[in-house]
């Protein structure tokens, strides 16, 4: 078997995949020539195009690191007999523990940032938000939604509010919590808002201007799903105008972001660069598990989580 492995990954999954098939690199200068005769790729952030399926007479799956599959044309890695597959739930644990909430809520980048430029900062200036027993709005109940409502009632005695219209009645038990059945209904009622969707047509702008402003002044927003649920010209308007406390950003629609982005100017916002899966552990078992997925999958197995 022949893989190519298109973007930097930490050794545990290359040294698996070299144990069982012969693998091309990411920094070996044969590795542009994937389409020729690859069997299988292993990939994170590279861009596979119609075009890209059409020339890999021989590709057979693709596993991708993480989640989120919007770089790849699955439309055309359907007809063209590739499948696509990747790894839910591993990096779970690791985004649920950012602490971007936090972070905006104690002002603690704010504060970082003017310290280290010599401003003498009056705390009572800066002051910060609690989240002990404050309200929780939790969009997309998966393997991360369901982590960080765990983690928020058992840490701050928070309400939950859970919207995911996808899910089936009575689910998350274990969960106290109340489901709403709209966005209309949990946004004018949360203090925090944390959000957990795939992006999806219907999940694109989800968040916009009709929403923004049915929350609080003092409410805070995280998004740790993809840039585009969120309309940011309405999210920078009501940032700016102190419609909202503040934003934790760790996804943006055109990545990676710089200070071109109005939003990353703004002291309100902490912005991280899509680091949510950022940990040695979850590198590790995400590399791996890509890995063996593709591995199994080559070999007649089945994957782990088929996309396409």
């Excluded at 930490?10 to 091309?24: I, R």
């Excluded at 070996?28 to 994937?34: E, G, I, L, S, T």
């Excluded at 003092?218 to 585009?228: F, K, P, W």
């Excluded at 990353?264 to 040695?280: D, I, K, M, Q, Y």
């Amino acid at each position: 078997m022949k893989i190519y492995i298109l973007d930097h990954f930490v050794p545990s999954g290359v040294e698996f995949a070299e144990k069982h098939a012969d693998v091309v690199r990411w920094d070996d200068p044969r590795v542009k020539n994937w389409h020729e005769d690859a069997d299988g790729l292993m990939v994170r952030t590279t861009r596979l195009t119609a075009e890209d399926f059409a020339k890999a007479k021989k590709l057979k799956v693709v596993s991708k690191q993480g989640v989120g599959v919007n770089l790849i044309d699955l439309a055309a890695a359907k007809a063209h007999g590739v499948m696509i597959c990747n790894t839910p739930g591993v990096n779970s644990e690791a985004v649920a523990e950012m602490g971007l909430a936090l972070a905006v809520t104690r002002r603690v980048a704010e504060c970082d940032r003017r310290i280290r430029s010599g401003e003498v900062v009056k705390r009572v200036n800066l002051l910060g938000i609690e989240l002990w027993e404050k309200t929780v709005g939790v969009i997309g109940m998966g393997n991360i939604g369901t982590r960080i409502a765990r983690k928020y009632h058992a840490a701050f005695n928070t309400k939950l509010l859970a919207y995911d219209p996808y899910a089936p009645t009575g689910s998350w038990p274990d969960i106290p919590h109340e489901r709403v059945a709209s966005l209309d209904e949990l946004l004018p009622r949360v203090d925090l808002l944390t959000i957990h969707v795939p992006l999806l047509p219907e999940t694109r702008d989800l968040i916009g201007r009709h929403e923004l402003a049915l929350m609080k002044e003092t409410a805070v927003l995280v998004n740790v799903a993809r840039g585009e649920v969120v309309d940011e010209e309405a999210l920078y308007d009501a940032l700016k105008s102190g419609r909202l406390f503040g934003a934790g950003l760790d996804v943006f629609k055109t990545e990676p972001t710089t200070t071109d982005n109005p939003l990353v100017s703004l002291p309100n916002v902490v912005s991280t660069p899509h680091a949510g899966g950022g940990t040695r552990e979850n590198q590790e078992r995400s590399s791996l598990a890509t890995a063996q997925q593709l591995i199994n999958v080559l070999n007649g197995g089945q994957p782990m989580n088929r996309i396409a």
